[in-house]
């Protein structure tokens, strides 16, 4: 019965451990949302998308042009060009991450599947059809993967493959350690303490 009661108490904690130190997203305005877009969209030469660089071309931060994956903006990774943004962030060496991000298209122009790579440690090439998509039907699409960080710092970059003023559309991009240091010393420590109690209580003779 003690056992029973530990292992439910630890499943308990643990529960609450990921609930309660939720993964911190090391991509910072990982949502595009830092910056209003004045009107439906605006093209990178005009206005900078904090956090981000533009490395190569343009591109278009969008706003209410059509439905984000999250919060209001998105970004189309043609401006009027095929371009490219990255972002560099800070990580351990050796600590696995988990990369998400989500993947639409700009239906309104160009050939129907857009392209790109993105670059996260290593590359990976992605595309979308954007056949029968509009405004209120994006068909938001979620990847995710992991990886092993090499140094302090890792770069992410998305960059288009495809040509013209229409490319792949981007929201909702996140980093997150798994699992997350602080999240696994408190369940340890958790697990420790109740190991600890559950001894005192069968020596002190009571359940
Ligand atoms: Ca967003
Ligand atoms: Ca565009």
């Known amino acids: 019965m003690l056992t ?3 292992t439910l108490a630890g499943v308990a904690l643990a529960a609450a451990a990921s609930q309660g130190f939720a993964s911190t997203n090391l991509v910072t305005n990982g949502s595009f949302e830092a910056n209003s877009v004045p009107g439906t969209f605006v093209n990178s030469t005009v206005q900078v998308i904090s956090n981000w660089t533009v490395g190569v071309g343009n591109v278009d931060l969008v706003g209410s042009l059509w439905t984000a994956a999250s919060g209001v903006n998105s970004v189309d990774l043609n ?12 990580t351990v060496a050796g600590q696995e991450y988990q990369f998400s991000f989500e993947l639409a298209g700009n239906f309104q122009g160009g050939i129907a599947i857009k392209n790109l790579s993105v670059n996260i440690g290593s590359n990976g090439l ?24 090499v140094s302090s710092a890792t ?11 229409y490319g792949p559309v ?9 699992p997350e240091p602080e999240s696994l010393a408190m ?21």
């Open 4 to 6: 029973i009661k530990t």
């Open 126 to 149: 992605y595309s979308f059809d954007t056949t029968g998509k509009s405004a209120g039907n994006m068909g938001w699409t979620k990847y995710s993967t992991t990886f092993v960080a």
């Open 187 to 207: 369940l340890l420590a958790g697990l420790g303490l109740m190991g600890m109690i559950a001894r005192r209580r069968k020596a002190a003779g009571t359940r």
């Open 170 to 178: 981007i929201d909702n991009v996140s980093v997150t350690a798994v």
């Open 155 to 165: 770069t992410l970059s998305f960059a288009s493959n495809s040509s013209g003023a």
């Open 79 to 90: 401006g009027s060009k095929k371009g490219e943004i990255h972002q560099t962030l800070t």
